[in-house]
């Protein structure tokens, strides 16, 4: 998994001993990494900017390969979309992306009622600024770059899985897998 965090997708994971040991969790921050390693002892925890290549790696390494509210952040999408390319089997490989509805109605009346209301609450500012640095992908850029490399096999909305369309939505969740010609 691409931007781990502090392992909590682990506890939903079924993995077996041989599993854990070829489960990787990467992270950017050393803290979070140290957390995983304390919490989760089995899964290998990397400390690793995802937008750098793996040069540990192989080619097709991985046959899964998660990214879970992570690639709106990324500065340099395109090089993590091409290594995640390079790092997933060819053959049966799966990467499993889930993203923001960022910009949507539903996503900004949440945001008004939770995180910009404490922040604008505690910091007597504007939440424009943070948000605009944090999320600099949106999800139309994020699905048109994945596309380069990967084909769609699945998209599912959420909350409302049976309006496939961003406005209602919070999140859209994406099974991908990769094209045998990508083009850059």
């Not at 490989?93 to 509805?101: K, L």
């Not at 992908?137 to 596309?147: H, P």
Request: glycine residues 6%; contains cysteine; aromatic residues 10%.
């Amino acid at each position: 998994k691409i931007g781990a965090g502090l392992g909590e997708h682990l506890k939903y994971e079924k993995l077996n001993e041989e599993q854990k040991k070829n489960y990787f969790c990467l992270d950017l921050r050393e803290n979070m990494v140290a957390i995983i390693n304390q919490n989760f002892p089995g899964a290998q925890a990397i400390v690793h900017d995802c937008q750098e290549p793996l040069t540990q790696f192989n080619d097709g390494s991985f046959d899964r390969i998660l990214a879970i509210h992570v690639l709106e952040h990324l500065p340099n999408l395109p090089a993590t979309v091409s290594e995640m390319y390079r790092l997933i089997d060819k053959k049966k490989g799966v990467f499993s992306v889930v993203i923001p509805c960022e910009g949507s109605l539903a996503y900004g009346l949440a945001r008004r009622a939770s995180a910009q209301r404490i922040f604008e609450k505690r910091y007597k500012q504007s939440y424009d600024w943070f948000i605009k640095r944090e999320h600099i992908n949106s999800a139309n850029e994020i699905i048109e770059e994945l596309g380069k490399y990967f084909e769609v096999v699945h998209k599912k909305f959420f909350p409302f899985p049976f309006l496939p369309i961003q406005t209602p939505n919070l999140a859209i969740g994406l099974t991908l897998k990769p094209k045998s010609n990508q083009r850059n």
